[in-house]
């Protein structure tokens, strides 16, 4: 059984248009043995790159049970990355924000998530917040999975550039 995590990046990535390219990049490991197998790998910036011809959108997907995210939630290296990232052009940098036990998901731009931690002392991101400054993903709930509209998604993420 997955947990909510991992069901909400099966369901998102399964929601991808069959002419839209989506890549999970894989989970970094690392262990630690006091010895000669020790081994590190780097962390990844986001979970998935997403090709949708002229952009390439960096997406790290988060999903909460309550009304907000907390920010140590998303790694500095997640953060930095995204925003080095989006500093070129046809690539958008963002968190997607799945707020379960709401049933409402949002896109949020790397760069208004670091606007709002450099003005809040908060520490977590709030779903008021993320409605306002973010891009709603129409949702359609089933018993236990979720299908999210991708393509307008884009849309409307392009349109607000």
Known sequence: MQNNGK???TNFKN???KDTYIYRLKDGSAS??????????????????LYKKPYLFLLELKSTKGKNLPN???????????LEASKYDGIICGIVIEFSEQNATYFIEISQYKRFLKNTSR?????DYVAKNGVKIDTEKM?????FDIEKMIKDI???K
């Open 143 to 147: 018993r236990v999975n979720s299908k």
């Open 123 to 127: 520490k977590s991101l709030p779903l």
């Open 72 to 82: 140590s939630n998303v790694k500095t290296n997640q953060l930095e990355g995204l």
């Open 158 to 160: 392009v349109g607000n």
């Open 15 to 17: 929601s991808v248009p």
């Open 32 to 49: 630690w043995d006091k010895g000669t197998r020790t081994r590190f790998q780097a962390k990844n910036i986001c979970d998935f790159i």
């Open 7 to 9: 069901r909400f990046e």
